[in-house]
């Protein structure tokens, strides 16, 4: 029978361990592998290390208010300990009544978001109806969590739609969450040390921004990771108000002209070189008519 036949299989299997030392039946029936290891100390020692993560900067916030939701964030990016742009733009585009914010790697927060916004046009498209948070929560979280947090995208989804008023705390491993108020980033601590402290319920939409850019300029302070100006996005029912740049600090008061406007004859001549083209005619030989070309 079949149970007869797996039970003399596996008899006969541990029987075969047995007569092995518990070394050799690692190595020839499995088990963990060191072998990388001697291979890795030896490239440690001619000065080739391993590939580090390099620490990404931001500070995003978000919170609802009577009437909407507020999202903000700071401009920088980083590279490590590099600052590789002062003005960047961290709010992403999902719908006409949803956006979002992304900390984490810039290239996957851009292609995530860029992806979902193009589902959610579709959606639009053959359903006639206006999109919803929700979808664009579930839709985010099942690709994030596939990957198991690979993706480096930590969103703060904001949006309303006809069940009203919505804020989304979305990490990278697909775990998510429905929020009154939400801060991501390496300025997070900091950031959210003033949205605990301050906020309240049926706040006004002035008092929602105020709170929004007060902690910004918390992260920005006390993170090296984050600085320069605060972009703030304000969704309503019926209309989404998006500010570039409403606080700037710092601010060039000699900015460069651009583009450069450089006079003609500013370059300078070193040495002029003159050559003298002859014209020449060349005759072939006659087959149906005269062919003759003209070389310079």
């Keep these: 029978t079949a149970q007869s036949t797996w039970g003399i299989i596996i008899a006969n299997i541990l029987n075969f361990v047995k007569k092995m030392s518990y070394l050799e039946a690692l190595n020839k029936e499995g088990g963990f592998d060191f072998g990388f290891y001697l291979r890795n100390k030896h490239l440690t020692e001619k000065g080739i290390l391993p590939p ?7 500070t995003i916030v978000g919170c609802l208010y009577n009437g909407g939701v507020v999202l903000a964030a700071d401009t920088r990016a980083t590279a490590g300990t590099t600052v590789v742009e002062k003005n960047c733009q ?12 992304g900390a984490g790697t810039a290239a996957d927060c851009e292609m995530v978001t860029v992806q979902m916004a193009a589902e959610l046009e579709l959606m639009r498209l053959n359903t006639g109806k206006q999109s919803r948070v929700t979808t664009a929560v579930s839709k985010l979280s099942d ?3 596939k990957h198991m947090g690979h993706i480096g995208a930590a969103l703060i989804i904001g949006g309303h739609d006809v069940k009203g008023s919505h804020l989304v705390y979305l ?8 929020a009154c108020f939400a801060t991501m980033g390496s300025g997070s601590l900091a950031a959210g040390a003033i949205l605990e402290s301050k906020f309240k319920d049926d706040m006004t939409e002035q008092e929602a921004i105020d709170l929004c850019i007060e902690a910004i300029e918390a992260g920005i302070t006390h993170d090296l990771g984050s600085g320069s100006n605060v972009d703030v996005c304000i969704l309503r029912k019926d209309s989404t108000d998006l500010r570039r740049n409403f606080r700037q600090y710092n601010v060039r008061q000699y900015p460069k002209k651009t583009p450069y406007k450089i006079p003609i004859g500013n370059t300078p001549i070193l040495q002029e070189i003159q050559k003298k083209f002859e014209k020449v005619t060349i005759e072939e030989e006659k087959t149906d008519n005269n062919n003759k070309m003209e070389v310079l």
Excluded at 52 to 58: A, D, E, H, I, M
């Design 52 to 58: 580090r993560l390099q620490k990404t900067g931001t």
């Design 171 to 178: 990490a990278p491993n697909g775990y998510h969450s429905f």
């Design 143 to 145: 690709k994030l969590f």
């Design 90 to 101: 961290k709010y992403h585009y999902l719908a006409p009544n949803i956006y979002c914010l």
